[in-house]
């Protein structure tokens, strides 16, 4: 069977309160990056991006933010519900490769 | 709408019987990927085509192998499957570099 996996940082959160998920990326060179939520049994959905000329971008209910200076990536979940709850990865890749990296990945845990 | 889609969702195979499993995209993009993801881990990049343009992993073990043989089409193949190779397998698309990659739902392949 499937070797034992590592253990995913989690973070619970009470419903209702905002999420933050952060993620520290490695290439410097990197100039875009991806947000993906991944529930238990399905593949990677896509959540929100943002390019590298940019500091913030937001979506419905989520905010990215991306600091280039210390390479740190963070997704805001506002008013977090239960559906919310899964594993949020971050993604970089950068314009001369088609290689996208992954964090370790944050399980998010929303309590009622 | 289905995007990617990924046939068989789960697959029993026996070791070292080999399996193949398929991938098929709607959104005529140019660049597909393979992932295998443990449990509690971040997807592990395989191989990816640009059009028919293969790329490996240079980890990526000699029992693994991939063919695109058309853009819709792409299929993993794996030749003598262990028990660690039991996994979810994603395949995923993008249009080009540094675009937003989608995946597909996956296939859970479970070895005997």
């Known amino acids: 069977g499937e070797s034992v996996g590592l253990h995913l940082p989690t973070l619970s959160v009470q419903e209702g309160d905002n999420s933050i998920i952060n993620c520290a990326y490695s290439?410097?060179?990197?100039?875009?990056f991806i947000w993906y939520k991944q529930e238990s049994g399905k593949g990677p959905q896509f959540i929100i991006d943002?390019?590298?000329?940019?500091d913030k971008r937001q979506g419905q209910r989520v905010t990215v933010l991306l600091n280039k200076t210390v390479k740190h990536l963070s997704l805001q979940i506002a008013a977090t519900q239960p559906g919310d709850s899964a594993v949020y990865f971050c993604a970089e890749t950068d314009s001369g490769t088609y290689k996208y990296i992954f964090g370790t990945g944050t399980r998010l845990k929303v309590l009622a | 709408d289905a995007m990617v889609i990924q046939n068989p969702r789960y697959q029993v195979t026996q070791f070292g019987k080999p399996v193949t499993l398929s991938c098929s995209q709607t959104l005529n993009h140019n660049v597909m990927y393979w992932y295998q993801q443990k449990s509690s881990q971040a997807p592990k990049l395989l191989f990816h085509?640009?059009?028919?343009?293969?790329?490996n992993e240079a980890d990526t073990p000699d029992n693994f192998q991939s063919r695109r043989p058309n853009t819709s089409f792409c299929f993993l193949d794996i030749r003598s499957p262990g028990l660690g190779d039991a996994a979810m397998y994603l395949c995923a698309t993008s249009s080009t570099s540094a675009e937003t990659q989608y995946f597909g739902p996956g296939t859970r392949l479970l070895v005997l």
């Open positions: 943002i390019r590298s000329n940019m």
């Open positions: 290439n410097s060179a990197s100039d875009y």
């Open positions: 085509y640009y059009d028919k343009d293969f790329n």
